[in-house]
């Protein structure tokens, strides 16, 4: 409750001095820069601050969540979803300087083992999270064209005067539905509610769901652990080993199918 009323208090001093989501994400950015700059030191020191850097990272995302003003688009989206990549990349960039400083060898060959599986269960859950291929009922008649033989004969009525016509005006926000689905299946922390709608508590098994989908604030949460308690080495194979278990579930019981 307390942590609620703390991020809700923070989102409306933010709106007031007219800082946007993306405002918030670029602070996240350099946030996480300074939580890598702390893991490079291979001391206890370096990763306990620079973990305590990585939570304050999940405090801007809570925030951002919280905004009312700024309606999410597309754009914002987008941009939400690079800034919140790179950040991660970042950060395992700053634990392979660490490691190495440590003198693990092998330290950057798992880094990039890291990476590579986090591509996979990116590439596995977006795809799965992506929405159909919207169905045109006719092709587009191009001036001097033939109307189609089934389109022949059919006279659309026209609005008379005074009156608005019945055809229902596509939803302006449902691309940006998919764009936030999409983002969340890659893991992108969630990038709130249009018109600031109010938060319900996940349930126990979509909470599960979540820690199975080994999401972005599971995979800070384990950087931080891994990297106070052993070493950064450590917190690679412990991020492999997620996505692993995120791909593997994602084949046996697909989530985004429940999404959808």
């Given at each position: 409750m307390?942590?609620?009323i703390v991020?809700?208090a923070?989102?409306?001093m933010?709106?007031?001095r007219y800082v946007?989501?993306?405002g918030?994400?670029?602070?996240?950015?350099?946030?996480a820069?300074?939580a890598?700059?702390?893991f490079s030191?291979a001391?206890?020191?370096?990763?306990?601050?620079g973990s305590?850097?990585?939570g304050?990272v999940l405090?801007?995302?809570?925030?951002?969540s919280?905004?009312r003003s700024?309606?999410r688009d597309v754009?914002?989206l987008?941009t939400?979803s690079?800034?919140?990549?790179?950040?991660?990349?970042?950060v395992?960039?700053?634990?392979a300087?660490?490691?190495?400083?440590a003198?693990?060898s092998g330290?950057w060959?798992?880094?990039?083992?890291a990476?590579?599986?986090l591509a996979?269960r990116?590439?596995l859950?977006?795809?799965?999270a992506?929405p159909?291929?919207?169905w045109?009922?006719h092709?587009l008649?191009?001036?001097?064209?033939?109307r189609?033989e089934?389109l022949?004969g059919v006279?659309?009525?026209?609005?008379r005067?005074g009156?608005?016509?019945k055809?229902?005006?596509?939803e302006?926000?449902?691309?940006?539905d998919?764009?936030a689905?999409?983002?969340?299946?890659?893991g992108i922390p969630?990038?709130?509610?249009?018109?600031g709608a109010?938060?319900?508590?996940?349930s126990?098994?979509?909470l599960?769901?979540?820690?199975?989908?080994?999401?972005q604030?599971?995979?800070?949460?384990?950087i931080?652990v891994?990297?106070?308690?052993?070493?950064?080495?450590?917190a690679f194979?412990s991020l492999?080993?997620?996505?692993?278990?995120?791909?593997t579930?994602e084949?046996v019981?697909?989530?985004s199918?429940?999404r959808?």
């Amino acid at each position: 409750m307390a942590e609620g009323i703390v991020v809700r208090a923070t989102a409306r001093m933010l709106e007031r001095r007219y800082v946007t989501r993306t405002g918030v994400t670029r602070v996240g950015v350099v946030v996480a820069a300074i939580a890598a700059v702390w893991f490079s030191r291979a001391d206890a020191t370096g990763a306990i601050v620079g973990s305590l850097f990585l939570g304050l990272v999940l405090f801007c995302d809570m925030v951002r969540s919280r905004m009312r003003s700024h309606r999410r688009d597309v754009l914002t989206l987008w941009t939400v979803s690079m800034a919140a990549q790179f950040r991660e990349y970042v950060v395992y960039v700053g634990l392979a300087f660490g490691a190495a400083a440590a003198g693990h060898s092998g330290a950057w060959g798992w880094a990039a083992g890291a990476l590579i599986a986090l591509a996979l269960r990116d590439a596995l859950l977006v795809a799965r999270a992506a929405p159909p291929a919207r169905w045109a009922p006719h092709p587009l008649v191009l001036p001097g064209q033939r109307r189609p033989e089934s389109l022949q004969g059919v006279s659309v009525p026209r609005p008379r005067g005074g009156e608005r016509s019945k055809t229902p005006e596509p939803e302006r926000t449902a691309d940006a539905d998919h764009a936030a689905e999409i983002a969340r299946a890659a893991g992108i922390p969630d990038t709130g509610e249009v018109g600031g709608a109010v938060h319900a508590s996940p349930s126990p098994a979509l909470l599960t769901r979540r820690i199975m989908a080994f999401e972005q604030p599971t995979r800070f949460l384990v950087i931080a652990v891994a990297a106070t308690a052993w070493d950064a080495r450590i917190a690679f194979i412990s991020l492999i080993v997620g996505c692993v278990v995120a791909i593997t579930g994602e084949l046996v019981d697909p989530s985004s199918e429940v999404r959808r």
